[in-house]
């Protein structure tokens, strides 16, 4: 597997007594060229800030595997964080220029995408999910802790989900195909919406 280079900006203070963290290099203790964060060696006393762009060569899996023409300035910055004495918040943003088919022309549609995302890292997810009153207050962005968290990964998975599964040129309607047996009338969306029937009775008595 081919990595990229991490470009890091930071500075460093230290003032720990009054609970200011240093700012660092989450590369301190891994190679330049890797993407990979082994959590275990993440100092909790530190802001670990990291930005990468990934190069082609780490994206062309992807292309395939998400049915894209192209894909390009891939990045990711932010930092990540102790929460507490065992848990870890990842704050970032991700950026990508992505190219797909339209489904119906199979003109190219080219689309920005620019999306924060945040993931809590917990080291006992089982008890956090106990706190829990409903399944409506799950986190989607919670988890185990891993033993390493690949950046690139995180990034690709974040991006799948924004991508259009129909993506379309601007312009072009999709006209829904109906169909019902010999002799009913197919419904429509307009037919199922549950005011569909007050909208046309109140037209009717403006008229």
């Known amino acids: 597997m081919c990595f990229t280079h991490i470009q890091i900006t930071c500075k460093v203070t230290t003032k720990l007594s009054k609970g ?28 670990h800030n990291f930005s990468i762009k990934f190069e082609n060569k780490d994206l062309s ?19 990540i964080v102790a929460e507490g004495n065992k848990n870890w918040l ?4 991700i950026g990508a220029s992505v190219t797909q088919g339209c489904v119906v022309t199979m003109e190219d ?12 890292y917990y080291a006992d997810y089982q008890s956090h999910e106990e706190t829990l009153t409903s399944e409506e207050d799950l986190d989607p962005d919670a988890e185990e802790i ?29 006209d829904p195909v109906l169909s019902a ?7 429509t969306d307009d037919a199922v919406k549950p005011f569909a029937g007050l909208a046309s009775l109140r037209d009717k008595l403006k008229e």
């Open 20 to 47: 200011i963290r240093i700012m660092s290099d989450i590369s301190d203790k891994f190679p330049q060229d890797s993407h990979l964060v082994i959590v275990s060696q993440l100092s909790q006393n530190k802001i």
């Open 109 to 120: 549609v080219n689309t920005r995408i620019d999306q924060k995302i945040l993931r809590h």
């Open 146 to 174: 891993p033993h390493e968290i690949n950046l690139l990964t995180l990034t690709m998975e974040a991006i799948s989900i924004i991508l259009n599964d129909f993506p379309r040129k601007d312009g072009i309607v999709i």
């Open 61 to 79: 899996d992807y292309v395939n595997l998400l049915n894209l023409r192209r894909i390009s300035k891939v990045t990711i910055s932010g930092k």
């Open 90 to 93: 990842l704050n970032a943003k």
């Open 181 to 187: 047996p010999k002799g009913v009338k197919p419904l």
